[in-house]
């Protein structure tokens, strides 16, 4: 057996404190409960108060390291369980230089149980994220070029969100990103508090013609609804639409898509080439959105080539971490063609860049990738006092 074989992983829970709660303060009636989590009375979904993610370390009898991420929003000891108790210990002794292998065993672990989505794949996601970064290290190269070559050097980014509690702050925080470089701003239906029409009117009037405006509409409605709300809203240059519908109504998409005359986004809430496949076959969106910390490398590949046989977009979802599934975003996203965007949550990818090693940085309109073997982070001393005990 080779040296390079998988001897630890270990998992983290961090939990890093905020300002101000993602998406903006805190609406009338909205309250943090014991348990650090409130519920956005906008999209009727739970958030933590802090910066919550797990952390995934495998290393190799020879000591090499790689690092992974997944979501821990809520729950994330559910997700730290499933690799502690099941995943990990079945890793020991496997060659990390074989990650699509690793991934395709684990994901058949529970299939026939139906854990094919949610907890399980985040937690499979976290340490395929791990072992692709180690495979990239004992390979001497960047992550990008283990998965067909860098095709972009530095990528788009769009800023999302604008927390700010009144739509003149807003606009005048959109404003600032112009001025900065940035092209594209993307506001959120959950916080615009004067309604989406309003919200889109006011962004247009303050910006000019030329940024890309987009619009999530956070799953808030019927697809006739959303049809019309859409039409209205691209009376302005609407660039995208973004979860029109709930994410359970495959017709619902797909008829807001063939309806509107702008593009529509899904995806962030899918994890698997599995979920996409029947919406990219009713042609359900013409940009996807898939999410690092729930797909993990191999998914993300997987759904990111299928997306150019539908000619679709890809514009790759950010999420609440510390910069590790950030970093591996960026690493797939500059292998794909078709990707015009990838999301800033500058609120926070930019506080918490101070958690993760490397030279990942978004300025000027563009991600520039972090340099160096593997994707390019690993978390800094400044991590470990913001661990939670599991
Ligand atoms: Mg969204």
Redesign the pocket.
Known sequence: MSAETIERVETFIVSIPRDVPYLGALRAGESANERGYFVRKGNRTVYPRTDTSVLVKVTTKSGAVGWGETYGIVAPRAVAEIIDDLLGPLLIGRDPRDPVVLHEDQYDLMRVRGFFGGYYVDALAGVDIAVWDLAARLAGMPLVRLLGGMRHERIPAYVSGLPKPTLAERVALAQEWVAKGFDAVKF?AAVADDGEIAEMAALRAGLGAAPKIMV?L?WRYTALEAIKLIDRLNLHDLYFA??ACQPEDIDGQAHVAAAVRCSVALG?EWRTAFEYRPRFIRRCMDII?PEMGHTGVTEFMKIGRMAETFHCRIIP?ASIGIGVFQAASLHAAAALQNVPYHEYQHSIFDKNLRYVTGDMRCERGFFHLPGGVGHGVAPTDDVWKHVVKH
């Open positions: 959120a999530d956070h973004e979860a962030e959105q979802h």
